[in-house]
């Protein structure tokens, strides 16, 4: 869990840096625990490491919504240097 809390958080101090003051956290391991027992995060993996995370979440009827989109650098680096 402290992988993918770790991950959300980098991601966000990243992007949102302008938002973030001091030692602000996105989100932390009980909000992550909890939304991985609600089933509303998405997990992707490669060799054992989490390559990327989001929170998927109805937003009306028909309509979903996602956030915490996050990804891990390592793992897009290598996979964009593969060859086709």
Not at 53 to 69: D, F, N, Q, R, W
Request: proline share 5%; charged share 15%; net charge negative.
């Amino acid at each position: 869990m402290p992988q993918i809390v770790n991950l959300i958080n980098v991601a966000y101090h990243w992007s949102e840096a302008e938002l973030w003051v001091g030692h602000k956290e996105l989100t932390n391991a009980l909000e992550i625990h909890a939304l991985l027992e609600s089933g509303v995060i998405i997990l992707t993996f490669h060799d054992n490491d989490v390559a990327g995370v989001t929170k998927i979440e109805k937003m009306a009827p028909y309509v979903g919504g996602c956030s915490m989109l996050s990804a891990n650098p390592t793992v897009l680096a290598a996979a964009s240097a593969r060859p086709s």
